[in-house]
């Protein structure tokens, strides 16, 4: 049996999960997982075992908790949304955050790939970043309330990262600039790994994971997607 599997089984006689009462969403979860997330080429037992154990559904709005496991984005307000599933694993996967490491995130939103990079490094190294205050103040209280408390919060401008926690061993981007943020360049470590969507607003964008290698960025597709803007102050 895998790991993925006996996780499930795991999860499926406890019956709750690890935070409120009886987890209704333990089979979504593995539907997500099989269907949406392995059948598309994700493989990284970590990352799958993150996306099993988070709660996808204590993210979304209570209007869209039929939803929440579906595969696509959901709007949590202000105009910004909870990206699909494959997208959150896709990204994960690519930025390889193993535990020690340090990670930024750029557009905190609802928390949730917040939560996931929790589940793959120490809590308290991972860094993420909200330009709309009451989305950082949802996250944050939703995180806390999650468990993942020591992850580090902050209300600010995202292009400009988090300059006095750099450097970062990764950094994922969860909304599209129109550029490569010079500052984030600044602040990935030799040898990290950034996740950035680049594109105009409202259209298609392609995502890059892009490697700093001897002080010089290597770019390499991972594809087409539409995220919502980069939101500047």
Partial sequence: MSRIAVLIVVL????????????????????????????????????????????????VPERHLRQAYNDHPLPIGFGQTISQPYIVALMSEEAAVRPGQRVLEIGTGSGYQAAILAELTDHDRVYTVEIIEPLAQ??????????????????????????????????L??????????????????????????????LVQTLWRITKEGGQLKFHSLGAVMFVPLVRR
Avoid at 24 to 53: F, N, P, S
Avoid at 140 to 166: F, I, M, N, S
Avoid at 174 to 200: F, I
């Fill in 173 to 202: 981007v969860t909304a599209a600039p129109d550029h490569v943020p010079p500052p984030l360049v600044q602040q990935l470590k030799e040898g990290g790994r950034m996740v950035v969507p680049v594109g105009p607003p409202g």
């Fill in 138 to 171: 949802s996250a944050a209280r939703g995180l806390r309330e999650l468990g993942y408390g020591k992850v580090r919060t902050r209300t600010g401008d995202g292009y400009l990262g988090w300059p006095q926690a750099a450097p970062f061993d990764a950094i």
């Fill in 12 to 59: 499926a006689v406890a019956g709750a999960d690890a935070w409120a009462g009886p987890d209704r969403y333990v089979e979504a979860r593995r539907a997500m997982v099989e269907t949406q997330i392995k059948a598309r080429g994700v493989r990284d037992e970590r990352v799958l075992r993150a996306m099993l154990t988070v709660p996808r559904h204590r993210f």
